[in-house]
């Protein structure tokens, strides 16, 4: 289904042939390439979009936040960092890509940029997430399973987002920041448990009942969630409080 | 006190009955319960999913004999929702498949459906052409360059005009397919702005796109050759890296295509050109000398720049590009099946100026900052009602209820 989003194919080939570029050219060639996209303004990017976000209370963490003047952001290292975030981003929320994030590796060309644009998209998502009522509700609510998929997939994406960070950056985190992300990471792990408890209490509920109940898509479904978060349990990286 | 609070309570509860009876929808008399159900059960979630098949599916079967009251009173219930009118939704979901070319999938529309449809491709055939014929690049002479990268602009107007020409001629097609047979319409039952519509020669609008998109095609084969000289001119003097992988790319695609298209104008004994700068007896040796000269001389920046100029339009299409369903965030279903419409996207027409999503006052550019924040929402998955029985059988009907999450912040 992942090949229904636009930005899927796209952003893949875009890597792919960008990735290669970079391993084959000179220094010179590299730079000269990096003028060519300054130069167009279709290829700015835009970061500290967690600015919009709703802050449900004063957040005092400085993650993601740029101390520049101005959010944009120009050259061939941030064309690739955003489309290395979009891409993972999709495979994270779609496949069962063990590694969606791959890419975005400590030495890269692109690592700085790509590490800034997956943590301003963490914080957003997990800032929008903790001001949204409808969020809360589905949690608490009986039944609603598609809204329940739907953020249970939301949280997956961020969490996936949000563990590359903490990996992948951790040397450059004051201990502070460290601090604020395994704050985000509890909050984002206990909103996935609960939501993952209604998924299994609506199964456990479908297997009881005296009826044939053969929507497999959904079931389907919900068994990919679950073994998906099996898998994080056994690997470590989620735990059941 | 207690029989005082029963009274209370009775006296609520026939206030609100009072109240429902009141306002109970007898506003809907010309709209049956079965055409509200299907509204709101079919064509309603279909039009927020964004799924451009099944709105135009259940749409069509909606209005199929709807008397004029009836319309109406759905264009009301539509407005009411948010959603465009019913003529509207039609035109644009047929339309919308058509420039996909889906055109063989869709069902030969209904009396009513067939006006509006034929009205709505005759008004987008005469808009293109008008609009095509008065473009900067269709005068004389050619507009002027001074640097090689002064074509890049100047060739992807080129290809937006002819991308636009291209599907309008599919919709001219798919108009000449519907009245090519007498219609089985009553002309009397019609009105005189319904007649014309009838009476519109779509054969000739087509053949006005189509000497349009000829002439277009000289053009580009004309600043394409401009361009493979001037690359070539480089190359050969100058040491400048960042020129040089403009001309490298030059040589590569004005190369390839310009040798393709001669040699199948060749093969398919197309007529000749009737622009004078291509009438030259050794046009053809003239480009052959200048793609074996040019690649010789980039070496291996025809390589590179190849993967930078397609990586980078690969790029822009992530960025920029919007599909048919899913309010642009998601491309049609047959992507699953189909590389075409995999690789169909709307694009715009004139290249962007990316704005910071949190200085602007409501409209950014692209609208979609970033499409993980949304993509999330696109919940596929079917569930079912957790007290209801479900049978193996396709046959089996159930209204699906799917809940469509909008909201991000």
Known sequence: MA???VGYLEYGKALEQLDRLVSLCTREELAAVDDIIRDRDEYAVFTNISQRAPHKQVTTDTLAQSDKPDNER??????TALACVEFGAMLSGFTNHPNPFISIRPGGYDFGECLEILLDGTRTHYLAMQADPTLKRVVRSAGRMKPTLAYSRRVSVARKMLQTAMERGAPLYSPGEAKHLKDWQKDLDDVQIALLAKIQSYLAEQRAQDVRTVDSKFVQACGLQL??????????TAEVT | MLYRIFSTQTLALFVTLGIGVFLSPSAHAALGNRQLQTLHGQVL???YRGNTFD?????????????????????DELSAKGAPSAAEILVNARMTLLRQNLGRSLSKPNRNEMLITLDGIRRELESVATAAEQHAFMSDPLPARTTLEDYEPLLWDVHVLDQRLQTTSVLADYALSLTDRPLKISTRSLDDEQREILDTDFGALKARIDEIRRDLAEREIELRIQRLAASVSILRNSDNIRNRFFASRAVDIDGALLINELERREKNGAPGFRRAALKEEDLVEEIDRFVVDGRELAGDMITKSRLLFEGLHWWLRGRYGSGPDGFGLLKSPQ???????????????????????????GYSVPEIDRRHHYIWAWEYRQVGSANRSFSNSESSSRISQETTLSRFY
């Open chain 2, 45 to 47: 979630p279909a039009y």
């Open chain 1, 227 to 236: 073994s998906a978060e099996r898998r994080e349990l056994r690997a470590g």
């Open chain 2, 55 to 75: 709105l135009l599916k259940s749409m069509s079967s909606l209005t199929k004999r709807m008397s004029t009251d009836q319309l109406a009173e759905l264009d």
């Open chain 2, 335 to 361: 992507a699953l099946t189909s590389a075409e419409a995999r690789f169909a996207l709307y694009m715009p027409t004139e290249m962007p100026k990316p704005t910071d999503s949190c200085d602007s006052q």
């Open chain 1, 3 to 5: 090949i229904r989003i």
């Open chain 1, 74 to 79: 120009r050259g061939l290292s941030w064309v």
